[in-house]
């Protein structure tokens, strides 16, 4: 089972400007090509006043200077915002720099574009021509990123990459790999998937419950408007729940896996068995870095060779 990190680079209450929080991607992306991680990927986002990272090419970029071994790359390049033509040119160049270790994720969100299936293509077509990659990847290293189901079968037709996002859409997601995988079987390539999965884990139970309870405040609050950093421990625990908050809440808490190590690794490998994935991507939320880069040192230890 191959391990690797989703990045959402985020602004916590413990690192709340910008610099800060790109400092601490750029950390943690030195630390998971240390503790074993296969892959490192930065997301995009706009506007937002929870994550920093709106360029996830320049954090590849800068990523890949800061590492030596792990893979770097997008989770993932909104599509419908470009041409194909710069993603490629930008991407290209990287795998120039840095052969054999570059991914390119690509998504669309919300966004609506009737050129996003042609785009795709024709980044698989020219990427698998001139970026081959090591056995094990997927056809030019490229990647798409789903949570609804409707975009699997595409990479499957392709030879590229699927990646589910079960921390957006907790449900469904069993039928979506399946249809990739399907889908890829009848081209003749080779399926890689990949789940993507949002966990909070710690030395104890009763801390990382404490820590989830922070990542549920932030988006729950989320949901209502209030879009902001992460909080601490401290402040959810004071924090003055209304009923329809924690409702939402435990909606949310669907989506998110607590626990221990032991409990974490245990729920980690039953969802990969269920989605069929080859590899997991993990995500997590908390106010401190040393909080956060201890959860992936924790469930390295449990689930990297």
Not at 50 to 65: D, R
């Amino acid at each position: 089972m191959k391990l690797s990190i989703l990045d959402q680079v985020p602004l916590t209450e413990h690192a709340p400007t910008r610099s800060a929080a790109l400092a601490s991607g750029l950390a943690l992306a030195h630390d998971a090509d240390r503790l074993g991680y296969h892959r490192i990927w930065f997301a995009e986002h706009h506007n937002s006043r929870s994550f920093a990272s709106a360029a996830p090419e320049m954090m590849t970029a800068l990523a890949l200077e800061r590492t030596s071994r792990i893979r770097v790359g997008s989770g993932a390049i909104l599509l419908p915002y470009y041409p194909a033509q710069k993603v490629s040119e930008t991407m290209g160049l990287l795998s120039e720099v840095h052969p054999g270790r570059v991914d390119t994720g690509l998504g669309r969100a919300a966004l609506n574009d009737p050129n996003y299936a042609a785009k795709i293509a024709s980044l698989v077509q020219e990427f698998g021509t001139n970026h081959p990659q090591p056995e094990g990847e997927p056809v030019g290293g490229i990647w798409v990123l789903g949570a609804g189901g409707s975009s699997a079968p595409l990479p499957g037709t392709l030879g590229a990459g699927y990646v589910h996002g079960h921390f957006l859409r907790p449900v469904g997601g069993e039928a979506a790999t399946s249809a990739y995988r399907e889908a890829a079987a009848q081209s003749g390539h080779t399926p890689h998937t990949v789940l993507a999965v949002r966990f909070v884990t710690a030395g104890t139970e009763e801390r990382a419950h404490e820590l989830a309870e922070a990542l549920l405040l932030w988006r729950v609050r989320k949901d209502f408007g209030h879009d902001g950093p992460i909080p601490s421990t401290a402040a959810a625990a004071s924090y003055q729940w209304s009923a329809q908050e924690r409702a939402r809440a435990q909606e949310r808490s669907q989506a998110l896996i607590v626990g221990t190590p032991a409990t974490v690794r245990a729920q980690l490998l039953a969802l990969a068995e269920s989605h069929g994935a080859d590899e997991l991507m993990l995500n997590t939320l908390v106010n401190d870095p040393e909080d956060r880069l201890n959860a992936y040192q924790l469930v390295a230890d449990c689930l990297i060779d």
